[in-house]
């Protein structure tokens, strides 16, 4: 009986069965979808692509904010020396600055800490 149904279900191996003995498979439908995929594809690589270069035009301008900043202090620091201040309030001014860095870098690390928290209480 098994054997039956077996040949019932799959034919005897000896050709048509049912009038089909094509074995092909359709993937059109997959040909179809790739277009898709790839314009897909290629509007995340068009993304990726403007970000790496806003991230390069900011770190580019960063760069020149921050050389506009030494000349800047550099012509206050030969401004002081003209007027006469002391070394000691040159000194004091400098490491202000320093601290001023220090702060800015630790208010950026506990900004970044409380982002990643945020992020993953309400994830």
């Known amino acids: 009986m098994p054997l ?6 799959y034919g005897d ?8 003995d094509d074995t092909s498979i359709f993937i059109d439908d997959h ?3 790739r277009p898709t995929r790839d ?4 509007r995340v ?5 403007d ?3 806003q991230g390069t035009k900011i770190l580019s301008d960063l760069d020149e904010q ?5 000349r800047i202090k550099r012509g206050l620091l030969d401004i002081g020396n003209t007027l006469g201040l002391s070394n000691t309030v040159m000194r004091m001014i400098e490491q202000r600055s320093t601290q001023d860095m220090y702060i800015l870098v630790a208010g950026m ?3 970044v800490v409380i982002m990643i928290l945020v992020f993953i209480y309400l994830r």
């Open 31 to 33: 040909l179809t979808r």
């Open 66 to 70: 921050g050389e506009v900043i030494k």
């Open 45 to 49: 690589e068009g993304g990726i692509d």
């Open 51 to 53: 970000l790496i270069m």
């Open 13 to 20: 191996g000896e050709g048509e069965e049912d009038g089909r």
């Open 4 to 9: 039956n149904r077996r040949l019932d279900d």
């Open 109 to 111: 690390i506990i900004t």
């Open 39 to 42: 314009a897909s594809s290629k």
